[in-house]
């Protein structure tokens, strides 16, 4: 299948937005210039959904891992001296034994919980997209009440998502760390391997999924089944700037296995500004592909092309002419002339071979008798 032949099966309707001002294309270069210029909002806005929504997810992840290592290696209850094999009396106690133990904590308690914890977090982030399409898009935003209002607004779908990912990433982890248990031990096999890498792309491709699904979200009024259709489907066409975003994001949760110095120092900075960082970020970037891919073929399949600003010494049809032509032989631009050429054969009347006939109808004359 071409790029235009995706391009065409996008679902296009009009966005949310309610300037009438254009919006910059160029996506990290305007996500930090909105951080710069609403930083003191973000940050409270950032506490007010870690706090609320995030703090059971962040405790899973910067927090429980090591406790329960410190728990099972480094207490009293176990003497785990290495291959060694020399524990209290009446015990051997080896590594293979507390890793045995760690695991079967993981699997029973660890990884139920950090599942669950993902609802929430996913669930809160609607009121941080609501919030972050409007710094985005030059908007009028409250961090406090337009928090809780995207809540209000987004809450349905945000939630069917984060049930979704939350029962998703529970296989996930249950087979990535089945396979980790099998590796301390030693006895890893292909089977397992392969396992784990398929969950690893897997899960990639999930999150940069998300990369659009969640924006789109906030940024329009599609049906559940239309933006995740949008969301494939762009992903599919620009599926390298997609993996590199969720890969970075994956990125700095994975910092939190690195050490305790990386463990604390990232959660620090994702309690402080970090999810709104990466919303922003996601934001931006989303939109830039929404711009340059719904747009065009909404306004030209529907509404014909944006009327033009005058400029002095720019006449915005000369330059609406240069960049139609310029479109024309791009993919979004060949999408955007067969959606234009389809919404005008659909706005046709069919044209009837019959000529119509004359009526035949009886003179009446009104001047009065004489």
Not at 125 to 140: A, D, I, T
Not at 185 to 198: D, M, P
Not at 213 to 226: G, I
Request: with cysteine; hydrophobic share 50%.
């Amino acid at each position: 299948m071409s790029r235009v032949d995706l391009l065409l099966k996008l679902t296009v309707d009009r966005d949310r937005r309610t300037n009438t001002g254009e919006v910059e294309q160029h996506s990290v270069k305007h996500a930090f210039s909105v951080f710069s210029e609403n930083l003191r909002k973000m940050l409270l806005m950032n506490l007010v959904y870690a706090f609320i929504f995030a703090l059971p997810f962040m405790f899973c992840v910067f927090i429980w891992p090591m406790l329960a290592k410190n728990y099972f290696f480094g207490s009293g209850n176990y003497n785990f001296i290495g291959q060694v094999g020399i524990g209290y009396p009446g015990v051997v106690n080896t590594m293979a034994e507390g890793y045995k133990i760690l695991f079967n904590h993981y699997f029973h308690l660890y990884i139920p919980v950090l599942s669950a914890s993902i609802v929430p977090m996913i669930f809160g982030l609607s009121g941080v997209f609501h919030c972050m399409r409007g710094y985005m898009w030059g908007e009028n935003v409250r961090p406090i009440k337009s928090f809780f209002r995207g809540i209000k607004r987004l809450w349905k779908p945000f939630l069917v998502v984060a049930l979704c990912f939350g029962a998703f990433m529970c296989g996930v982890l249950y087979g990535g760390y089945w396979h980790i248990s099998l590796l301390k031990a030693g006895a890893a096999t292909g089977g397992s391997w392969v396992l784990f890498i398929f969950l690893i792309l897997l899960t990639w491709v999930a999150v940069a999924i998300l990369y659009f699904l969640l924006p789109m979200f906030a940024c329009y009024r599609f049906p559940l089944k239309d933006a995740l259709k949008n969301s494939v489907l762009l992903f599919l066409i620009l599926f390298p700037g997609a993996l590199f975003a969720s890969a970075f994001t994956i990125g700095i949760f994975m910092l939190s296995a690195a050490g305790t110095i990386f463990n604390f120092l990232v959660g620090i900075l994702m309690l402080g500004l970090g999810f709104t960082f990466l919303a922003g970020l996601w934001t931006s970037s989303a939109q830039k592909a929404f711009g340059n891919y719904i747009l065009p073929q909404f306004e030209s399949g529907n509404f014909g092309a944006r009327k033009q600003e005058a400029r002095r010494g720019v006449n915005p049809y000369k330059e609406a002419k240069k960049k139609k032509n310029e479109q024309a032989k791009t993919a979004i631009g060949q999408a955007t002339m067969a959606r234009a050429e389809d919404a005008a054969l659909y706005r046709e009347e069919p044209a009837s071979n019959d000529k119509k006939k004359k009526n035949n109808t009886k003179h009446v004359s009104y001047k009065r008798k004489k």
